[in-house]
């Protein structure tokens, strides 16, 4: 069993700055991949940022240049740095990971999700 928690979520200003963290727990072997989805009211959740454990990361074209996805490989952490958020960054945002576990099964995990608004 794999638990992610997820912390960080807010209420903001346009332009202003939110950190989001998600911490994974369990019977982790490895994790492949971990990253960052949205959804907004009324829309279909979407990838905001990706990130392999070569490094290799993928951001949604709405948040390159604002938004970094990081990881703490020793803490099972990944993090979500947004800048220069918008309006229309506003959604709940949910933790993925894509991990092994120590029964060798490998499935993808959510976290609950946390809620970000941008709002003056």
């Known amino acids: 069993q794999v638990q992610l928690v997820e912390s960080g979520g807010g209420l903001v200003q346009p332009g202003g700055s939110l950190r989001l963290s998600c911490a994974a727990s369990?019977?982790?072997?490895?994790?492949?991949?971990m990253g960052w989805y949205r959804q907004a009211p009324g829309k279909q959740r979407e990838l905001v940022a990706h990130l392999t454990s070569d490094g290799s990361t993928i951001y949604a074209d709405s948040v390159k240049g604002r938004f970094t996805i990081s990881r703490d490989g020793a803490k099972a952490t990944v993090s979500l740095q947004m800048n220069s958020l918008k309006v229309e960054d506003t959604a709940v945002y949910s933790c993925?990971?894509?991990?092994?576990?120590?029964?060798?099964?490998?499935?993808?995990?959510w976290g609950q999700g946390t809620q970000v608004t941008v709002s003056s």
């Open positions: 993925n990971a894509d991990v092994t576990t120590w029964n060798t099964m490998r499935d993808t995990y």
């Open positions: 369990g019977s982790i072997a490895s994790i492949n991949a």
